[in-house]
C-alpha cells in the first residue's frame, strides 16, 4: 500500500493537516460543533416531538464554504414494525414488508388493523395504495408529505430558505426502532480490522433505521417504496471517526465540490458517495494508516476507489450492499466524464489542492508549502489546462449537448486555469463563433460579405487553436465557399503539421503528456503542436459544413426518441480530426478530378480506420461510406454502413445514409430504363 508513495506526501499531509485546523477542522471545533447541535436538539425535541436533526451540520463535517443545508427529519407518528408480535395496540400500524419485485434498499408497508394484529387488504384510501396482491399499502405520493408553506421540494426533501446561504431540508418518514433485517449483514460480516468495534456496532443496532418518502427511479411503483435510511447510526460512525478520517471525509467533499461536479454535474456524485466510500475504506485497511502524516496518502485512495467503482458502474451502499447507489446516474457518457475527472486527479498525485477555492484551502497551503508542493504547483496548470480542454471537448460530444459556448463559459470558471490556457480556450471559441457566423451569413439569399471577411478572421485566428481542428473548421469554410485552392492550401498545412507523434484522443491522461511536459514547453504550444482534438459542429453551423457531415446532425430516429434509449438523443456532429483531414482532401480532390490524389486520400482513410484508435468510428465509417458512393460504388457503400450500423445501432446516420444510398440505387435503375 505503501510502495511508490511520493517523499514529499507525509510532509504535504502534515501542512495540509495545519491548513484544515485553520479552517476550523481541528478536533476541539468539532467537538464544540457536535455539542452544540446536540443541545440544539434537545431543545428542538421540546417544541417538535421526534424531531431529529441529522445530515453534515449535524455530523459536524461542512465549512462555510460547502454551505450544506440543515436537515430535519420529522417522524410520522404512526408505528412501523417488522413483524406483528411488535403491534402497538389502538393505532394504526405498518409492517415493513418486500418481495422479488422490490429493490433492494427499499419496502413496502403494509396497514394493519389497530384493534386487531391483521394485515388489512382492499382498502382504498387517501395515503393508502391496493398493489396487486390486494394488500393496502402506505403510498407517498400525496400532499400529507409536503408542506405547504415551504420554498421548493427535493425528491423526499421540503426545503425553506433561511437567508442567501442556508436552508433547511425538512424530510417526513416513519421510525423504525429496530434494525431491518435487511441489513443484518452489515451486523455479522467479517471485519478484519475491527473498525467499527463491537461496542460501537451494538450502539448502531439499537439505533434502528428510517423509512423516507422516495422510491427506486427505475420502479414502476416508486409511489409505494420506502427508502431505508439508517442515518442515525451513520451520524454515530461519523462521530467515531479521527481526526484524520474526520478531515479526510471533509476534504473529499471539497475536491468533488471544486473539481468534480463543475465536470459532471451536480445530480452525478454526491456527498453520500463520499461518505460510503470513506466507511468502505476506513473498514478494510489497518487503524494504523488513518495517521495525519497520510492524509494525503488516505484521499487518494478514497479517489481510487471511486474511480474503481465508476468503472464498474457500482457503488454499492455501506450498510444494505445489494443496493447499487450509481443506478441509474453513473453510466454511458456520464460515467467516461466521470473517470476522466478522476484519473487526472490521481495523476497529479496531490497538486490540484492547490488549486482548491472553497475556504481558501489551496492558497493557504501554496503559502504553508514552501517546498516541496509549490515548486510542483507550476507544473499542475500545465495538466490542469490539458484537463480543461479535453474535459471541453467532453462537454460538447455527450449526449445531453451542452454547447461549446456554454461549455467555454464553465470551464473559464473552473479552478483548473492556468494563465496559459485561457488563450487556448479563446481560439477554440473564435473558431466557433467565426463558423457559427458564416454559416448565419450563408443561410441568407444574399450573404453579407461583410460578415464573410469577419467570420473568415475569427476562423483564421482560432485555427491555431490545436494542430488540427481549427484549420479544419477553416478548411471546411473555404470548401463551402468553392474556394478550392485555399482548401487544398489549408489542408496540405495540417498535412504538413500531423506528424506520427500527435495526440489525438478527447481523454488524455498523465502518461501521454509526460514526454511533452518534460521538455518544459508551455501548455500552449504543446495544444497547438502535439494534441490534435475532434472537429464538432453544431446545427447552427449547418451551412457552413460538408454535406455529408448534415445526417450526423440527426442521428436519432423519432422511434427512437420515444423509446427507451430517448437519453441518447443528440444533434450534434462530431468527427475525428484524422478522419476529417482525409475526408476533406478526398471531396477537393473529386472536385478538382484529380483522380490519383483522390484515391490516395481514400487509402488514407482507411488505414486510420483499420489502425487508429479513434472516438468516433461509426461517423469515420459513416463518411468513407459517402466516398464511396460518390465513386458510384454503391454496393460497397452499402456494407460499410451496415458495419457501422453493427457497431452503433442506436444513434447512428448510418441509417439517414441508406436511406439515401437507396434513393440514388433507385434513380439509377430509373435512368437505366
Known amino acids: 500500500m505503501t510502495q511508490n508513495i511520493p517523499e514529499y506526501y507525509k510532509e504535504v499531509s502534515m501542512r495540509l493537516n495545519r491548513v484544515l485546523d485553520a479552517v476550523g477542522l481541528g478536533e476541539n471545533i468539532r467537538w464544540q460543533k457536535i455539542n452544540m447541535w446536540i443541545e440544539t436538539q434537545k ?3 421540546v417544541t417538535v416531538n421526534g424531531a431529529r436533526y441529522l445530515g453534515s451540520q449535524a455530523e459536524a463535517t461542512t465549512t462555510p464554504g460547502l454551505q450544506s443545508d440543515i436537515d430535519i427529519i420529522l417522524p410520522v407518528l404512526v408505528p412501523a414494525i417488522q413483524n406483528l408480535e411488535s403491534w402497538v395496540p389502538e393505532v394504526p400500524n405498518f409492517l415493513v414488508v418486500s418481495d422479488e419485485h422490490t429493490p433492494p434498499g427499499y419496502v413496502n408497508l403494509h396497514l394493519v388493523q389497530s384493534d386487531l ?5 382492499n382498502t382504498n384510501c387517501y395515503a393508502l ?11 407517498h405520493d400525496n400532499e400529507f408529505f409536503k408542506f405547504t408553506e415551504v420554498n421548493e421540494h427535493h425528491g423526499p426533501a421540503n426545503t425553506s430558505s433561511l437567508g442567501t446561504n442556508l436552508s433547511i431540508d425538512y424530510v417526513y418518514a416513519f421510525r423504525l426502532h429496530t434494525w431491518p433485517y435487511h441489513a443484518t449483514g452489515w451486523i455479522t460480516r467479517n471485519r478484519r480490522h475491527n473498525w467499527p468495534s463491537q461496542k460501537a456496532i451494538e450502539l448502531i443496532q439499537q439505533t434502528g433505521a428510517l423509512l423516507v418518502p422516495v422510491g427506486h427511479k427505475l420502479s414502476p411503483e416508486k409511489h409505494i417504496e420506502w427508502r431505508l435510511s439508517i442515518s442515525f447510526g451513520e451520524k454515530l460512525l461519523v462521530w467515531l471517526f479521527n481526526s484524520t478520517q474526520y478531515k479526510c471525509y471533509i476534504l473529499l467533499k471539497i475536491i468533488n465540490k471544486s473539481f468534480i461536479k463543475p465536470i459532471v454535474g451536480n445530480d452525478v456524485l454526491s456527498s453520500y458517495h463520499c ?11 489497518p487503524t494504523a494508516m488513518w495517521q495525519p502524516e497520510n492524509l494525503l496518502l488516505c484521499i ?13 458502474e457500482t457503488c454499492p451502499n455501506y450498510f444494505i450492499p445489494d443496493e ?32 482548491i477555492s472553497c475556504d481558501n484551502i489551496g492558497e493557504k497551503l501554496v503559502r504553508t508549502c514552501q517546498s516541496p508542493l509549490s515548486e510542483l504547483a507550476i507544473e499542475i496548470y500545465d495538466i490542469g489546462a490539458v484537463l480543461v480542454v479535453s474535459v471541453f471537448y467532453q462537454l460538447i460530444t455527450v449526449e445531453h449537448v451542452i454547447c461549446e459556448s456554454r461549455a467555454l463559459d464553465i470551464l473559464l470558471s473552473s479552478h483548473l486555469l492556468g494563465p496559459d490556457i485561457k488563450s487556448v480556450l479563446w481560439k477554440f471559441y473564435c473558431s466557433i463563433i467565426g463558423s457559427k457566423l458564416a454559416s448565419k451569413s450563408l443561410s441568407r439569399e444574399s450573404p453579407d460579405q461583410q460578415d464573410l471577411d469577419m467570420a473568415q478572421e475569427l476562423l483564421l485566428w482560432g485555427s491555431s487553436s490545436d494542430v488540427a481542428s481549427g484549420k479544419l473548421k477553416l478548411a471546411a469554410f473555404y470548401l463551402v465557399l468553392d474556394n478550392l485552392d485555399v482548401t487544398e492550401d489549408v489542408l496540405n498545412e495540417i498535412h504538413a503539421n500531423y506528424t506520427y507523434n500527435i495526440l489525438c484522443l478527447t481523454k488524455l491522461y498523465k502518461q501521454d503528456l509526460q514526454a511533452k511536459l518534460d521538455e518544459n514547453l508551455t501548455i500552449s504550444h504543446i495544444i497547438s503542436h502535439c494534441v490534435a482534438y475532434p472537429v464538432v459542429y453544431e446545427p447552427s453551423e449547418i451551412t457552413c459544413i460538408p454535406k455529408a457531415l448534415i445526417p450526423e446532425m440527426f442521428r436519432t430516429a423519432r422511434y427512437e426518441i420515444d423509446s427507451e434509449y430517448k437519453w441518447y438523443v443528440n444533434n450534434v456532429a462530431r468527427v475525428d ?3 476529417f483531414l482525409h475526408f476533406m482532401e478526398f471531396i477537393c480532390n473529386f472536385r478538382r478530378n484529380k483522380t490519383l490524389h483522390k484515391y490516395l486520400a481514400l487509402e488514407k482513410m482507411i488505414c486510420v480506420i483499420k489502425h487508429g484508435v479513434l472516438d468516433f468510428n461509426d461517423t469515420a465509417l459513416n463518411l468513407f461510406a459517402h466516398c464511396l458512393r460518390q465513386e458510384g460504388k454503391l454496393m460497397n457503400a452499402y456494407n460499410i454502413l451496415c458495419k457501422s450500423m453493427k457497431l452503433t ?11 439515401i444510398l437507396i434513393n440514388s440505387a433507385f434513380r439509377l435503375l430509373r435512368g437505366g430504363q
Open 117 to 121: 394484529p391483521l394485515l388489512v387488504y
Open 577 to 579: 480530426s484524422k478522419v
Open 129 to 139: 395504495y391496493v398493489d396487486r396482491y390486494n394488500r393496502s399499502l402506505a403510498c
Open 324 to 355: 447499487n447507489m450509481f443506478q441509474c446516474k453513473v453510466f454511458g457518457h456520464v460515467q467516461g466524464r466521470l473517470l476522466c475527472v478522476l484519473r487526472n486527479l490521481l495523476s497529479q498525485e496531490g497538486r490540484y489542492l492547490t488549486m
Open 275 to 285: 461518505k460510503t466510500c470513506i466507511f468502505y475504506l476506513i473498514e478494510s485497511t
Open 300 to 312: 487518494e485512495l478514497c479517489l481510487r476507489l471511486l474511480c474503481n467503482w465508476t468503472q464498474a
Open 649 to 659: 445501432k442506436q444513434q447512428n446516420a448510418a441509417k439517414w445514409q441508406i436511406a
Open 43 to 45: 431543545m428542538r425535541s
